[in-house]
């Protein structure tokens, strides 16, 4: 999907010509991680393209780093950088598909529980596989772990 790639740098134009420069530096930085994604896979004797799934989990990385940031400067007492990397954040976020609501996140894990029938805390990796296969990229990983834990510990 070199469509995000595009757009990617169809924005970052514009926002040098709107001379915005916090998006100039959140899509560079994207951007960035593309380029060290595909350096990363000719290393490996792949072919450097990125399809679509691959730059959404970069694009999904960038903007957990962002969430994990936030979290951490406002536990330290550090209000502006958390407002920034919350700034950051949002102009990712709208790159991203939308991501599902927490009751349709637990109706899928529901799903994902009828289907593995887990036995005890041991099956916790099965269930959070089955889960993630209509998850992944609509929903936030951290959230659906913290869900079937929750939902485990109350079969138990």
């Known amino acids: 999907m070199a469509d995000l790639k595009e757009q990617f740098n169809k924005d970052l134009i514009q926002a040098l010509k709107g001379k915005d420069?916090?998006?100039?530096?959140?899509?560079r930085l994207f951007l960035v991680s593309v380029h060290n994604r595909e350096?990363?896979?000719?290393?490996k004797g792949e072919d450097a393209d990125l399809d679509g799934?691959?730059?959404?989990?970069?694009?999904?990385?960038?903007?957990?780093?962002?969430?994990e940031a936030i979290e951490i400067y406002a536990n330290g007492n550090r209000p502006e950088l958390a407002e920034k990397?919350?700034?950051?954040?949002?102009?990712l976020e709208n790159y991203l598909p939308a991501q599902l609501d927490?009751?349709?996140?637990?109706?899928?894990?529901?799903?994902?529980?009828g289907i593995?029938?887990?036995?005890?805390?041991?099956?916790?990796?099965?269930?959070?596989?089955e889960a993630m296969k209509k998850?992944?990229?609509?929903?936030?990983?951290?959230?659906v772990n913290k869900m079937i834990k929750e939902r485990m510990e109350k079969a138990v």
């Open 102 to 113: 927490a009751a349709a996140v637990e109706k899928i894990i529901d799903e994902a529980v």
């Open 116 to 129: 593995v029938k887990p036995a005890g805390a041991k099956d916790f990796g099965k269930v959070m596989g």
């Open 39 to 43: 350096i990363e896979k000719r290393g």
């Open 85 to 91: 990397e919350t700034k950051e954040l949002k102009i």
């Open 53 to 67: 799934d691959e730059l959404f989990e970069v694009l999904r990385r960038e903007a957990k780093k962002r969430r």
């Open 21 to 27: 420069e916090l998006k100039v530096s959140v899509l």
């Open 135 to 143: 998850l992944k990229g609509v929903a936030d990983t951290g959230l």
